[in-house]
């Protein structure tokens, strides 16, 4: 057995997945909740059972401490050094990552340094990186990066039209996000693509958080979030692109600060702003049906979105072999799936097979029809895959 454990960690929470490798088999998985608050939750899933307890978990270091403890009590793992390689995720790279990197003291610097890019996440990171370091000091970790996919782009593609004094200074440019699960979806689309030469795919990672890619040959050359996964496609909480100008005339006729302004856009926009209801999309899908006029126009306004970037990437790919749906709202909705393909039958003759898309939730499947001009595939996506493949690949194959 090669054990690789993954770790997904935000301001308060800790997500592991433990994997045998190269064979990618799942052990165990969880998650530790509500860390630095005064109750804790702790989730643990194995041999299909799943238990929840409710330990107070004062900082990360803790809550490391009592995810390799439990793999031991269970006898998951008889000793801290079978854990071979710990890979994190990290949400931004910036400029100077391209690919996954071993975890070292200049990795650690270079995500400290952007930490104004990503407040809550890179500290997060660094925090659950120096605390699995703390419990595991002999364990070699590695950090995959939610932007480096998106590195591949031209400048035409992620320079913003400002004076170039302030994209040169501060870097300033579109880095997007959700890279990890936009790479796995080209890998995975390509079954789909046998025979097809130089293939284009358009994914779109839909769920809570939204982004849409463009990927030709493997590489993304455009993609729909920008400096932060702010911009893009409208998300449950979040605006996604507008006008620039909202914001200042926001500022001024509510009185509110930037940061309030920003936050509002960041967290009570998107499907909750508009639909006054929930951010969760199956609500507003009950309130849409049920008549609610703000809910049904949130659905129309997230499909005409999803629509634009789907034509915008359909130009810039030069066409497209295949469109993925992916995440909570991809893989679970048949009726976005359905209206969002329905509008695409007319300009790109996409067609699918409405009854098998309308069963189909959490599966990899083609739904659309033989004389569809473009597939249109649902793949659930798989980033903590990716993680431990880099870092079985880093740490353990490239040591071999
Ligand atoms: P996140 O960006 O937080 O990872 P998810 O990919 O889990 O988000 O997507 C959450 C969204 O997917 C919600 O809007 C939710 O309504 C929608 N959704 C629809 N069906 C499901 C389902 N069966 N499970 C989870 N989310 C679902």
């Known amino acids: 057995m090669t054990f690789v454990m993954t770790i997904n960690s935000g301001s308060s929470s800790l997500k592991f997945k433990l994997y045998d490798m190269p064979e ?4 165990c998985s969880g998650n530790c909740e509500r860390v630095g608050e005064k109750s804790g939750i702790f989730t643990f899933k194995y041999d299909g059972k799943k238990e929840v307890s409710y330990p107070v978990f004062p900082n990360h270091a803790v809550a490391a401490k009592l995810v390799v403890d439990t793999l031991l009590e269970k006898g998951i793992i008889k000793d801290y050094d079978e854990i071979r390689a710990i890979g994190h995720r990290v949400v931004q790279g910036g400029k100077y990552f391209s690919s996954s990197a071993f975890f070292d003291e200049d990795t650690e610097k270079k995500i400290e340094s952007l930490i104004p890019l990503a407040v809550l996440h890179n500290p997060a990171h660094l925090v659950c990186f120096r605390a ?4 595991l000091p002999n ?3 590695v950090a995959t990066f939610d932007t480096a996919f998106h590195q591949s782009m031209e400048p035409e593609d992620y320079v913003f039209p400002i004076p170039f004094v302030l994209t040169e200074k501060y870097d300033i440019r579109r880095y997007g996000a959700h890279g990890t699960s936009h790479q796995y979806l080209a890998q995975e689309g390509l079954k789909y693509l046998e025979g097809v030469e130089h293939p284009k795919i358009i994914s779109c990672h839909i769920g809570s958080g939204a982004s849409i890619t463009a990927i030709k040959d493997g590489k993304c050359v455009a993609t729909s979030m920008g400096l932060t996964p702010l911009g893009g496609i409208m998300m449950g909480t979040r605006t996604g692109d507008m006008d620039p100008s909202v914001f200042n005339y926001v500022v001024s006729v509510t009185g509110k600060s ?3 302004v920003y936050q509002m856009f960041n967290k009570k ?3 909750l702003g508009v639909s006054g209801i929930s951010n969760d999309q199956r609500d507003i899908i009950e309130a849409a049906d049920n008549g609610n006029p703000r809910a049904i126009l949130a659905n129309k306004l997230f499909n005409r979105r999803i629509l634009d970037y789907i034509g915008q990437y359909y130009v810039r790919l030069g066409g497209c072999d295949l469109i993925i749906f992916s995440a909570g709202i991809g893989e679970n909705e048949p009726r976005t799936r359905r209206d969002v393909c329905k509008a ?3 300009s790109l003759g996409v067609k699918i097979n ?3 898309n309308a069963k189909l939730r959490g599966k990899d499947m083609l739904i659309s029809l033989p004389e569809s001009k473009v597939k249109v595939a649902v793949i659930p996506t798989d980033e903590e895959i990716m993680i431990a493949r ?3 690949n880093m740490c353990i194959k490239g040591k071999q």
């Open 24 to 27: 990618e088999k799942v052990l």
């Open 132 to 135: 699995f370091k703390e419990v």
């Open 139 to 141: 364990c070699p970790a």
């Open 258 to 260: 930037a940061e309030e």
């Open 269 to 271: 926009s998107g499907f």
């Open 344 to 346: 695409l039958e007319s």
């Open 354 to 356: 409405e009854e098998v």
């Open 390 to 392: 880099d870092a079985y």
